[in-house]
C-alpha cells in the first residue's frame, strides 16, 4: 500500500524518505531518546539516508507484513521532531516511537500515535494495536495509557542491552475500544489509576496473567495470617490457573474505571509484597483503600507506604472527597496503617461482616478527608 500524509491540528506525518535524514538526525540524536531501547543514535546523515531510502522503497517485511513509517513535523512549517512507525501483521500491529526530547511534555507523541492509530485502524485490517516497552520507560507508558492501552502482561527478562536486563510491559488496544479522531483534539490527562505507582520501596501496578505464579506464592505462604483476617483467604490455597483468571476479571474492571487493585512488588517486580487497592464500595465521592502484606515482610511500615500513596492517588487523581479503610478491631496491626496516617476513627460496626471461622466480625472504619472539605 502507497502511504499518504496524515494531518492532525498540530502535526503533519509524512512517509518517511531520504531526504528526512537531515532533519531527523538532528530530532533525533540525544541519547535520551534511546535509554530505554536498544538502539543508539544514528551515526551519521548518510547511514540515516540509507536506512530511510530502503524503508522508502518498501523495505523487505517477512511475508505478510507491511512496515509503516512516517516523519512527524510541527504544523504550518515547524520543524521535524521524530517519527512513529508500525509493523502490521495479520489483524495487529506493533507501533513504535521516538521523539525529540526538546518536545516532550507538550502533547505531541501522543498526538502522533493516535494519528498512527487512525490509520492503522482504518486503512489495514487492524483488530489490536500493541505496544511493547521497558518497564523503566514511565512516559512512554503514561502515553499508551493516555490513549486507551491496557497493560496486559509483564515479561521478566524479556531483553538485555545496555549492560542490564530489560523487563517489558506489553499494552494493547483493541479496534472496538478506539475512538477515532483522538489526534485532531487536545491530549487528555493521564488515567493516573492505570499508571505503576512507584513509592520509595515499592512498585505498585495492575496485575497481569504472567503474576500469576508469583501472587501465589505470596498468599501461600501468608495463608495463616491472610485467613485469620481476609474473607476470601478462606478459598486459598487455589491453583496458578485460578489465579489466572482472577486476574483478568481484576484487569477488566480496572481498565474499565469500576475498581482499582493493584499488585504490590519490590522494586525489581520479581517479588510480591502484597496486594492492594481502591475501590468505590462506600458512599459515591469515596473510595476505599484496601491492603494485604505477605507475612514475610510485615512490620516493615510496607503498608503505610502503600496506603499513603493510594490516598494520594485517590485525592489529586480520582477527586474524592475521603477515603475510607476498614479493618477488624483484632488487627492491631492494619489499624496502626489508618492511625499513623491521620485518618480518624469514625464508628465500629458491630457485627457487619462475614469472617471466616467466627461467622461474623466488627470493622472499624477509618476516613481520612481530602483537604478543603470538612
Known sequence: MIQSGISTSRLAL?????????????????RRVYEHIPLEPPASIKELAARYSFLESGGSPPPHEVWVNFAVRILPDGPYIGRVEATVGPASADVAYLLDPRHWGRGYGAEAVAALLDHLFSEYDVEVARGTLDTRNRRSAALLMRLGFVCVDHVRNADSFKGSSSHEYVFELRRNSWNAGTAGKAPEPVPKSLTPILTPRLVLRCWTPGDAPLLKEAIDASLPELKRWMPWAAAEPLPVAAKV???GKMQRAFAAGEDWTYGIF???ESRVVGGSGLHPRVAPDRLEIGYWIRSSEVGQGLATEVAAALADVAFRLHGTSAVEIHCDPGNARSAGVPRRLGFEHVETRVADKAAPAVGSRDTMVWVLRAPGYC
Open 245 to 247: 483468571e482472577r486476574i
Open 266 to 268: 519490590d522494586r525489581s
Open 14 to 30: 509524512e512517509p518517511i524518505c531520504h531526504g528526512h535524514a537531515g532533519p531527523l538526525f538532528d530530532a533525533l540524536r540525544d
